[in-house]
Nanobody, 128 residues
Framework: QVLLVESGGGLVQAGGSLRLACASS?????????MAWFRQAPGKNREFVAA????????AYVDSVKGRFTISRDNAKGTADLQMNSLKPEDTAVYYC????????????????????WGQGTQVTVSS
């Protein structure tokens, strides 16, 4: 059983920062796993934001957040965080943590279908 719990969402003004945290229980971090963040704005499909390999050596970002967001993980603590800087109103969405067990320490996945484990989401609202 893999459980993911997000925290750290909230309301922030444009240009501000938030740090989202994803805490994992179960075997997610014991076995090799790639972790990711997705987001879903009202009336839109859920979209990929960032992903990190189990070793942390490989990361990927959607173009719209490159240079502003940073994904990181601490395998000892079983956490995967998303530091979000220079936030824009278009970043407003529910943010979801996702995980997939892999055998490759450097693998990342970019699509929803690759991730079988999901958190409940945390709301991020950026005011203009």
């Amino acid at each position: 059983q893999v459980l993911l719990v997000e925290s750290g969402g909230g309301l922030v003004q444009a240009g501000g920062s938030l740090r989202l945290a994803c805490a994992s229980s179960g075997s997610t971090f014991t076995l090799h796993s790639t972790m990711a963040w997705f987001r879903q704005a009202p009336g839109k499909n859920r979209e990929f934001v960032a992903a990190i390999s189990w070793s942390g050596s490989k990361v990927a970002y959607v173009d719209s957040v490159k240079g502003r967001f940073t994904i990181s993980r601490d395998n000892a603590k079983g956490t995967a965080d998303l530091q979000m800087n220079s936030l824009k109103p278009e970043d407003t969405a529910v943010y979801y943590c996702a995980a997939a067990i892999t055998r490759d320490r450097t693998l990342v996945f970019l699509t929803l279908k690759e991730y079988p484990y999901w958190g409940q989401g945390t709301q991020v609202t950026v005011s203009s």
